[in-house]
């Protein structure tokens, strides 16, 4: 048995793929950026009135003339026009600035007389409400690097520069396969020793939350050849998530039919509760996790575990971490790293009922897992706690 | 101009229409609860053994005597029969405890002495490693009040119970309509007064880190007719999205548009920067926002009042809003309200450059949006401020 800062060391040490694809911009959002972003062009194109109002060259103004008016421009406009001295442009916000024109007047700040108009306006000086051409962006310099996380606002931005496809880190291609003879799918009628299956469920959530959809999720019994053939034919995935069926009882074939398939064994065994039978491997490109059977093991280790290769792929943090108070004393075996389910509240985290690995009531309540390390047994009230939110 | 604080509960006042919808359970992560969830079997639903060992009675016991193995039960079987005193059953991990047994040695704690086992096992008392029929849910007891938010644990959770769809509060149904004469879609040739389409961008952006997508996204020219059009198509959505056209100008036709289509205003311009020209509306259950133009005010007043909206409809908070350290001292006109691109490190927030709401290049960059009030206008370093995360 290994630690689990051994385990996810040699989980970060294996996670070493990445796939660049790209993709239309709107669909770009949450994926990271696996080139800089150019900008083709100056942004804004062209100097842009900011305001409804009149546009004119403040310098050669004397502050007491009047201006004669020459002509409109509007957002859109193609304005080719000039103005000269004491002309001025009834102009629009976002409409180019004539040639000539270094200003712009709001036009709550003039009195109009016939065909001129006269500023009333003592702050204005040159260059007021004007966006000067290129002063956002200069055509041909970096705006965004590589390993740029692609928020909603650098979505908009990088629509801004005319740009409408990036390259990003791929989200990983994921199978699911749940075994257990005892499984049935919720909906249908159980009886006898049978019990519903709600790992995939689990799982398929929690990637469905970081906007990721499982290739495959498929159910398998305990038997060692439908195994093999079910792993075999999932290679091609860059993480392939098995349930149950990774101790080393009798009806544990997950292992040996790994085994069979390739798969090369990195750990097996956490000191950890709950989750101390995860099983990690490799083929190929392929990283293999056989997480625990009960639901609770399991999506503790999704959250601890898979969420390390999961990063490593798309190149971004999944979780928030926080250091919070503990609520309650608390007292574990002290050679094991606990993960326990538990409940924010301010800067407090109390620590759920039910913490059993079958137990999932406490686990739909919770918000978050609070680690408590191994080589301490007794944990006190007040003392500071590392907590993983899972909402 | 009405205050930030007003405008929100504007919003929230006339946010009161939602939707209950019944989906498959895994589709249901993010989603909320409309009605409690009751378990309608006892889980575990029998008996279950917690560990692959040997199932017997434990009160028959002498602790000296041996026990005679008399069958076994793994997984999935559907054991009907019973142990005697002094009978034990080979059992396997989330398999039936035959009748007569209620508890569970340990593979490890045995010798077997041919047909016979011999237990060694100090700490061995009755009911160990046994999950007890009903010990997480009694059938018929309500186990997820309504309003309870669907977490994959929660989902899980309600899988195990047999589940395989709930009654949630639906996604509201979203129309985006940008608007302006100016706008090319990134991706074509831009010319004269053209600037790139970035708007739907970010605002789809948004929506989807959500988990929302729009029902339709159009992008119409400067006309009143062919926005009254525009506009009237989407009256059967739960929330409407306009960018620009929404001041007082010559080519602003947004409000008139919606005056047209029986929009009923609830406000128009708020004390803010950016974002001033902020419009408000409804029409039957459908909310309507006239967002401004400039790409950073569209989206900061999505983050601040759309998000209220939304919230509303699917009964859960969107944002997360926290009390942050300012990193350095910040001054500003005292009479609005300003929302600024920022960036966290620790409990620290730092303002951005770039703050025009032209800019997005600072927004690009920025994880949150802080808040700093009107009626104030000095801002010092070390000062606790508001802070709302956007990614």
Chains 1, 2 share one sequence.
């Not at 630690?3 to 060391?9: D, I, R, Y």
């Not at 790209?22 to 150019?38: S, T």
């Not at 060259?57 to 004669?68: H, V």
């Not at 409400?129 to 979505?155: C, F, G, M, W």
Request: glycine letters at 6%; a neutral charge.
């Amino acid at each position: 048995m290994i630690s689990v800062n051994e385990a996810k060391q040699i989980i970060r040490e294996n996670a070493t793929t990445t796939r660049v694809v790209e993709i239309p911009l709107n669909e770009a959002a949450g994926y990271v950026l696996a080139v800089p972003v150019y900008a083709p062009i100056d942004t804004p194109p062209f100097n842009q009135s900011a305001m409804d109002g009149y546009a004119f060259s403040f310098a050669k103004w004397d502050k007491y003339s009047d201006f004669t008016i020459v002509g409109e421009g509007k957002a859109g406009d193609d304005v080719t026009f000039e103005v000269k001295p004491l002309e001025a442009v009834r102009i629009f916000t976002g409409a180019v600035l004539p040639k000539g024109a270094d200003t712009v007047v709001m036009q709550e700040k003039i009195t109009t007389q016939g065909e001129s108009i006269r500023i009333h306006d003592e702050q204005l000086i040159k260059g007021c409400n004007v966006r000067p051409r290129a002063s956002q962006t200069k055509k041909d310099e970096t705006v965004l690097p590589e390993n740029h996380y692609l928020s909603p606002s650098s979505v908009s931005f990088v629509a801004g520069l005319g740009i409408d496809k990036v390259k990003v880190y791929d989200y990983p291609r994921v199978s699911i396969i749940v075994t257990g003879n005892e499984l049935i799918k919720p909906g249908q009628k159980r009886t006898g020793g049978e019990i519903y299956e709600s790992n995939s469920y689990g799982l398929m959530a929690a990637l469905n939350q970081i906007h990721i959809t499982p290739k495959s999720v498929e159910m398998v019994a305990d038997d060692e050849e439908k195994l093999t053939e079910a792993i075999s034919r999932q290679l091609d995935s860059d993480i392939i998530l098995l349930t149950a069926g990774v101790s080393v009882g009798d009806y544990d074939f997950v292992i040996p039919a790994l085994e069979k398939c390739g798969v090369q064994k990195l750990f097996h065994k956490i000191k950890q509760k709950p989750g101390k039978p995860l099983y990690f491997g490799k083929r190929q490109n392929a990283l293999v996790f056989g997480l625990p059977g009960n639901p609770a093991s399991a999506l503790t280790c999704f959250y601890e575990y898979v969420t390390e290769a999961i990063s490593a792929f798309i190149k971004r943090k999944i979780n928030r971490d926080y250091i919070l108070t503990l609520a309650a004393s608390y007292t574990k075996k002290p050679d094991f790293n606990y993960f326990l389910k538990g409940k924010c509240k301010g800067n407090e985290v109390a620590i759920l009922n039910h913490q059993e690995s079958y137990m999932m009531n406490s686990f739909a309540l919770a918000d978050c897992l609070i680690e408590l390390e191994a080589g301490k047994e007794y944990f006190q009230k007040g003392e500071k706690v590392k907590v993983r939110m899972i909402i």
